[in-house]
């Protein structure tokens, strides 16, 4: 199933999809972290590959986190980024609601957030500790804020980060800056955010989450995720 696909789902698909239960087999719409805790702070277990199969053991009461496991891969993945295959279409998980919602609630025991010095540090370099613009597979979710489908973004051309960029950005390293939200390709950096230049017109860079990243410099939008 291509990218366009997944995103061309229409809302009254998604009202009318049929149900999840317990241990559902669902899918990474994106390349997707897989973190020890059900936050964004949380440490990285493992990456799932872009159309990744997942076992979706429960999820938050929002469907915010879920707890998955995909071979060796055990962890918590962002709900928003995980999809169920119903015939021909994608349905992302926090878009069912209802009966549809038959998924297993876990309550939330266990969380992780920035220490008090990595915000202080933060809040110096953007002003306050700000939120990621990330656009939801269906369309906004929540409090996540999207000003159009996901595939507007990217099924975009986006330039490829060179082999010296990627090098540049390790031999470069800056402060990390931490916002809420996961960290992946197609989601949007604030504007007031601040970005480095690169030795490759078009890209800039930064820290997000302890985690360096490729934005297109005109929109802000992640491009790649450098690992």
Do not use: H
């Not at 876990?106 to 990595?118: G, K, L, N, R």
């Not at 330039?159 to 390790?170: G, L, S």
């Amino acid at each position: 199933m291509s990218m366009k696909t997944m995103i061309a789902v229409s809302v009254g698909a998604l009202i009318a999809a049929a149900p999840v239960y317990a241990q559902t087999m669902a899918n990474a719409a994106t390349e997707l972290n897989v973190r020890d805790v059900p936050s964004p702070f949380g440490e990285i277990a493992g990456v799932l590959e872009e159309g990744a199969e997942v076992t979706v053991d429960g999820c938050l009461e929002d469907i915010s986190w879920c707890k998955i496991s995909s071979g060796e891969v055990m962890g918590w993945a962002s709900g928003q980024y995980l999809y169920v295959a119903e015939e021909s279409e994608a349905v992302p998980l926090v878009n069912l609601s209802g009966d549809a919602t038959e998924i297993v609630v876990i309550q939330q025991t266990e969380t992780t957030e920035p220490t008090e010095a990595d915000q202080a540090a933060s809040a110096a370099v953007v002003g306050t500790v700000g939120a990621l613009t990330a656009f939801a597979f269906g369309g906004p979710v929540g409090a996540i804020v999207a000003s159009g489908m996901a595939g507007s973004i990217l099924g975009s051309e986006l330039a490829d980060p060179t082999e010296e960029t990627v090098t540049y950005i390790a031999e470069n390293p800056v402060d990390t800056v931490y916002l809420e939200g996961e960290v992946v390709r197609g989601a949007i950096v604030p504007q007031e955010i601040t970005t480095y230049e690169v030795p490759q017109e078009g890209l800039r860079y930064l820290s997000v989450n302890n985690l360096p990243v490729l934005v297109d410099a005109e929109t802000g939008t992640i491009v790649r995720i450098v690992r």
